[in-house]
């Protein structure tokens, strides 16, 4: 390409017009989808710290230059990919719960299916989340707990609907539904890292009766307690 012909090129970009029928934006967007799919691709197979942005950037097909444009540091990217990763498993979930069911056991299937779908169909996505993200800063650990005290909160609202319709009790139910989130999270955790990991029905299946006997128990829990408490009130008299 001649120096005019390339300061030229360089003028319409500056200015916004179109190079070759694409906007400067697109352009952004087309890196920048490239390299998120490439971090997916490598951070998964190769691993976070065992991958430079230099090698990042020849696979994408993206300059350095470029690189730096839209992410400050791989930190960045990995967090990007991370990002992309559970907004599937949101939209999955959110769609899943749409089901028109009332039996609780049957929602829970639901959303337990989509989530534990949405992370080992592709079992790249679950070593983002639960391998690659883990303990590469104080921000990352921080982001990875809102992002369990989020999925916690779906199971919340699905207790808090138990309570609305009578059948548990109401209380604060926010511990129990994170520690449903971690046993969730803890188990996928070891698909990942199991050698010869069982069929992700298997594991599906294996949540949901933990999930249903949550929910029996805390019926069971709840009417203990009221029968103490009707004790309690019958000695008071």
Known sequence: MSAGRRESREAAVKKGRPYRGKQEDERKKERRDRLVSTGLELFATRGYTRTPIEYICEVSHVTTRHFYQLFKSKEELLRAVLEMVMEGSRSAVAEALMVETEDPVERARAGLSAFVHS????????????????????????????????????????????????????????????????????????WVYADDP????????????????????????????????????????
């Open 119 to 190: 992370y080992l169909d592709d079992p790249r996505r679950a070593r983002i989340v639960l391998v690659e993200t883990v303990g590469v800063s104080q921000e990352m650990e921080k982001y990875r707990r809102e992002l369990m005290h989020e999925f916690a909160a779906v199971i919340e609202g699905e207790v808090n609907e138990l309570m609305r319709k009578g059948l548990v009790a109401e209380r604060d139910r926010g511990m129990g539904s994170l520690a449903m989130a971690g046993a969730v999270n803890v188990l996928l955790e070891d």
């Open 198 to 237: 069982p069929p992700v029905e298997e594991v599906i299946e294996e949540l949901v009766e933990l999930f249903e006997v949550v929910i029996r128990g805390m019926e069971i829990v709840d009417s203990r307690k009221k029968r103490q408490k009707g004790a309690r009130e019958s000695r008071g008299r």
